[in-house]
Structures are given as C-alpha cells and as structure tokens.
C-alpha cells in the first residue's frame, strides 16, 4: 500500500498558493508547500507594493462575495500578525456609463449592494482634479471600501500563518516533475521527491512549465512610480485614490497615489509592445524605456503635474487566458490535481478568498463560485 508523506502539496507560493496552504492547513489539512525562491520574491506576480482589492471589481462583476470574502480574510490575517498589510484607499473608475471600467464597476455595484458614488465627468474634475482631459460624457465611480494590500508583507504573512497552522514549507524548491501515481501524485525537486494524494498547482506563469496544455499566455507588465513636480500638490494616495481609467483609444490607465514612501504608481493595461507573450522561463527583467515611453507621453495630457520620466520602474509577469476568467479546477477531471492560475491582473486582492475555494474542493466541498465558467477545460 502506498504510503503518503502528506496528504496536499501546494506547488508555488505566490499570492494563491500561500493562501491555498493557509486555509488548508488551517482547516487541520496535512499540507506541504513548495516555492521555488522565496515568498515574496519579486520574479513573478505578487510583488510591486501595492495591489488594490475593491468589492465591485468591474471585470468580474460575478467575484463579488469572492472579493468580500478575501476582504474579511485579509483583515483577520492583519490582526492575527505585528504588520500591517491593507490600506484603505478608495478606489475610482472611470469611463462610460456602459463600458466595461466604470459601468463594470456600477453594475457590479448595484447587483451585489455594494456601496459606491458616481460623478459627472465635472464633478469629477472637481473632487479629482489631478486627473485632467476626462470626457463629458465619462462618469466615475467611487468605491470608499477598496482597499491597496502591501503585497510582499502579505505573502510573507500568509505563509507564516500556514505554518502556524501547521503546514511544511519548502523554499528554494522547485518542482521540477509531476507524476501521476495510482490514488496520488508524486512531486520531484532536485533535493527530493515528495508523494501526496492531491497537489494544488498555483505556479502563476510557471503553470505552462508544469501543464502545457492549458491555455495561457505569460505577458510583462511594467509599473512605473512618476514623481509629483511639487510637493503637497495633492498626488498622495487620500487626494489620488487608487483607480482604472477607460482613455478615449480604448486603453485603460491605472494606479495609485504615493503612499508608504512610494511615489504615484501608474501602468497601462495591454499597451503597446509591454505586452507581447513572453517565456516565463526568461528572468531577464531587465527595463527599456520602452516599458514606460508611453506612460511618460500620455501623463501631461492625463495627469499633469508628474515628471514623465519615472522614478523607478518594475517588471512583473501576469497571466492570461482567452476570455480573461481564472481557471480554478481539476484539469481533464482529474481529481489528483487542482489547477489555480490565468489570473489575468487582478488576482492578488482575491486570493484569500481563492485559497479558500481551493481548500473546499480538495476537502470534497463545493465551493461558492461559478466553477464551470472557471474550468480549466471549458476551452476545449
Ligand atoms: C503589474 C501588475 C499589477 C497588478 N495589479 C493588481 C491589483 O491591483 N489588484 C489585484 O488584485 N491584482 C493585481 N495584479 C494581479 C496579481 O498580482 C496576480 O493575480 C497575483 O499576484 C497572482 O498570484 P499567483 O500566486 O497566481 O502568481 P505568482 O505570484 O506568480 O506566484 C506563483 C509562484 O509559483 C512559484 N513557482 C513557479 N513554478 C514553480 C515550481 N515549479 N515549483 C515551485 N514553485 C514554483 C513562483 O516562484 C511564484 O512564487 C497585478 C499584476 C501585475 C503584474
């Protein structure tokens, strides 16, 4: 008879793989996790500061409780620790009343009761005034609850918590094989091989590496932190919330204020060569002025009153499938592996409420999601 060296291994601690481990093992799951650097190393996703939760998230207006739930969640982590890791922002969308940022953001609103504000293009400029060039025919809305989570400090936090819990971690491990074995899986890393009745694969880009038959597509995603020209001038993070800004081309434009002895943080979604697929493989991060070239350009017109040539620059790595939805499930109805991944930018806030979902199905639960349209087989 086989014997198991525990009964879950979760593959890749970044955001979703700790937070798998800590409700598993907090759930009494005898549970190992492996990450290939260390948590809240700064190769893959979770990493850059900042990562803004808000409730009515406007590209899945469905992820409410979801968001809800990681908020709670978040929060019990933060008073279970001696850091802090939220702060409430607030955060804004901007663009038509019918468009995917800000009608996302109030219909996501409205169906789930989510408390938020609207303003005319005017009132906007009024109560905002650092956003510049905004439509007459934009509205924003406001959302007092959202709130940016440190994200280094919180995977750290979520780790321990899991270990606390009593789950075994092994970092600088990576694992290099998987093989299905009756009843489990056996995991290989160059130091050892680890045999498990389930194994929960949160790899972010890595996935492919493990899995290459999902559909996913690893772009960079630079972040640029721009410095106010002034000081006092309004760009701190209470007067210049965290936000998402449909422009007139269709792009959106995104960020925070300074905070935390950071300075204004602003990207772009999917703008120009950034983001080309490129081989997680490659850690070359290295920065060509063509990672920020073009949020220099827009800035004067969008957002006076930043210098357009950026204080510092980070390159990330996200992950994408067609429609834009995460996978969550067990691949092919495989009940020995659990895939969690294609987090497609907006990942981090949810990923409490993530991990939880992971351990409801590896304990046989059912968890609170729209599971069939977040099946990593629907495209086939
Ligand atoms: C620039 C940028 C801005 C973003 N802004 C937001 C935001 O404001 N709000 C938000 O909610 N989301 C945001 N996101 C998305 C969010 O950061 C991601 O959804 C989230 O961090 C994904 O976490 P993950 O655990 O899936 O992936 P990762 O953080 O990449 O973790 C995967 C882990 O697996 C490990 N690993 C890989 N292969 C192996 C292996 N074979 N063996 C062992 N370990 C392995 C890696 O080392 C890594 O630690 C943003 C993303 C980017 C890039």
Same mark, same amino acid.
């Given at each position: 008879?086989?014997? #198991?060296?525990?009964?879950?291994?979760?593959?890749?601690?970044?955001? =979703?793989?700790?937070?798998?481990? #800590?409700?598993?093992?907090?759930?009494?799951?005898?549970?190992?996790?492996?990450?290939?650097?260390?948590?809240?190393?700064?190769?893959?996703?979770?990493?850059?500061?900042?990562?803004?939760?808000?409730?009515?998230?406007?590209?899945?207006?469905?992820?409410?409780?979801?968001?809800?739930?990681?908020?709670?969640?978040?929060?019990?982590?933060?008073?279970?620790?001696?850091?802090?890791?939220?702060?409430?922002?607030?955060?804004?969308?901007?663009?038509?009343?019918?468009?995917?940022?800000?009608?996302?953001?109030?219909?996501?609103?409205?169906?789930?009761?989510?408390?938020?504000?609207?303003?005319?293009?005017?009132?906007?400029?009024?109560?905002?005034?650092?956003?510049?060039?905004?439509?007459?025919?934009?509205?924003?809305?406001?959302?007092?609850?959202?709130?940016?989570?440190?994200?280094?400090?919180?995977?750290?936090?979520?780790?321990?918590?899991?270990?606390?819990?009593?789950?075994?971690?092994?970092?600088?491990?990576?694992?290099?094989?998987?093989?299905?074995?009756?009843?489990?899986?056996?995991?290989?890393?160059?130091?050892?091989?680890?045999?498990?009745?389930?194994?929960?694969?949160?790899?972010?880009? =890595?996935?492919?590496?493990?899995?290459?038959?999902?559909?996913?597509?690893?772009?960079?995603?630079?972040?640029? =932190?721009?410095?106010?020209?002034?000081?006092?001038?309004?760009?701190?993070?209470?007067?210049?919330?965290?936000?998402?800004?449909?422009?007139?081309?269709?792009?959106?434009? =995104?960020?925070?204020?300074?905070?935390?002895?950071?300075?204004?943080?602003?990207?772009?979604?999917?703008?120009?060569?950034?983001?080309?697929?490129?081989?997680?493989?490659?850690?070359?991060?290295?920065?060509?002025?063509?990672?920020?070239?073009?949020?220099?350009?827009?800035?004067?017109?969008?957002?006076?009153?930043?210098?357009?040539?950026?204080?510092?620059?980070?390159?990330?790595?996200?992950?994408?499938?067609?429609?834009?939805?995460?996978?969550?499930?067990?691949?092919?109805?495989?009940?020995?592996?659990?895939?969690?991944?294609?987090?497609?930018?907006?990942?981090?806030?949810?990923?409490?409420?993530?991990?939880?979902?992971?351990?409801?199905?590896?304990?046989?639960?059912?968890?609170?999601?729209?599971?069939?349209?977040?099946?990593?087989?629907?495209?086939?």
């Amino acid at each position: 008879m086989t014997r #198991w060296d525990a009964e879950t291994a979760v593959v890749g601690l970044g955001a =979703w793989g700790a937070s798998a481990l #800590w409700r598993l093992a907090s759930r009494g799951v005898d549970v190992v996790g492996f990450e290939r650097f260390t948590p809240g190393h700064a190769l893959g996703s979770s990493h850059g500061h900042a990562r803004v939760l808000r409730l009515a998230c406007p590209e899945h207006p469905g992820l409410v409780p979801l968001a809800r739930r990681s908020m709670e969640l978040w929060t019990e982590l933060e008073d279970a620790g001696r850091e802090s890791l939220l702060l409430t922002s607030g955060g804004l969308a901007v663009g038509t009343e019918s468009g995917p940022v800000a009608g996302g953001a109030l219909r996501a609103a409205r169906d789930h009761g989510v408390r938020v504000r609207t303003f005319t293009a005017s009132a906007l400029r009024f109560q905002y005034p650092r956003h510049t060039g905004v439509p007459a025919h934009h509205i924003g809305v406001y959302e007092p609850s959202a709130v940016l989570v440190r994200p280094e400090r919180a995977v750290r936090a979520t780790v321990a918590a899991a270990e606390e819990a009593g789950a075994r971690v092994f970092t600088d491990s990576r694992v290099t094989r998987l093989e299905p074995v009756p009843g489990g899986v056996h995991l290989h890393t160059a130091q050892r091989s680890v045999r498990v009745r389930q194994a929960v694969l949160t790899a972010g880009a =890595w996935l492919t590496g493990l899995m290459p038959e999902l559909p996913l597509e690893t772009v960079r995603r630079p972040v640029a =932190w721009f410095r106010p020209f002034e000081r006092d001038s309004g760009f701190e993070v209470d007067g210049f919330p965290a936000f998402t800004r449909e422009l007139e081309d269709g792009r959106v434009l =995104w960020g925070h204020g300074a905070q935390g002895g950071y300075d204004v943080a602003l990207g772009l979604n999917d703008g120009g060569v950034a983001a080309k697929p490129v081989d997680p493989e490659d850690t070359d991060r290295s920065v060509t002025s063509e990672d920020w070239s073009e949020l220099g350009r827009i800035l004067p017109v969008k957002v006076p009153g930043l210098d357009p040539l950026p204080a510092r620059v980070a390159l990330s790595t996200r992950t994408r499938t067609p429609d834009g939805r995460f996978l969550l499930g067990h691949p092919g109805g495989d009940r020995r592996l659990l895939v969690a991944g294609g987090e497609n930018a907006h990942g981090f806030g949810y990923a409490p409420g993530i991990g939880e979902a992971l351990a409801d199905l590896v304990r046989g639960g059912t968890p609170a999601l729209p599971l069939d349209s977040l099946s990593p087989d629907r495209f086939r």
